[in-house]
Nanobody, 125 residues
Framework: QVQLVESGGGLVQAGGSLRLSCVASGRTFSDYTMGWFRQAPGKERDFVAAISPSGNSARYADSVKARFTISRDNAKNTVYLQMNSLKPEDTAVYYC??????????????????WGQGTQVTVSS
């Protein structure tokens, strides 16, 4: 059983920064793409960013490009999301996810993924 534990959320003013962390259990962390998603009140869960198993490749939602950076430390079984220039519309619960199968970003599906419990990010205007 894989467990994912997010941390780092909080309340920040518009223009500020936060760094989210997600620690994963298990021995095969470095075999999997890892993703971040978010869900705002009354909305569906949306993709934010994903990073390849080695960390050499990443993909971002258009809404966060140039503001957010995903990274990982495979020695620590941890994936990060650095969020800069935050906007009120970034307010959401942020979740990290591990796809059900190992592989590169393009080969990864989140239909049967493992999910963390989420961490709240609130950006005030």
């Amino acid at each position: 059983q894989v467990q994912l534990v997010e941390s780092g959320g909080g309340l920040v003013q518009a223009g500020g920064s936060l760094r989210l962390s997600c620690v994963a259990s298990g021995r095969t962390f470095s075999d999997y793409t890892m993703g971040w998603f978010r869900q705002a009140p009354g909305k569906e869960r949306d993709f934010v960013a994903a990073i390849s198993p080695s960390g050499n490749s990443a993909r971002y939602a258009d809404s966060v490009k140039a503001r957010f950076t995903i990274s990982r430390d495979n020695a620590k079984n941890t994936v990060y999301l650095q969020m800069n220039s935050l906007k009120p519309e970034d307010t959401a619960v942020y979740y990290c996810a591990r796809p059900d199968k190992p592989g590169f970003i393009r080969d990864s599906s989140y239909d049967d993924a493992y999910w963390g419990q989420g961490t709240q990010v609130t950006v005030s205007s």
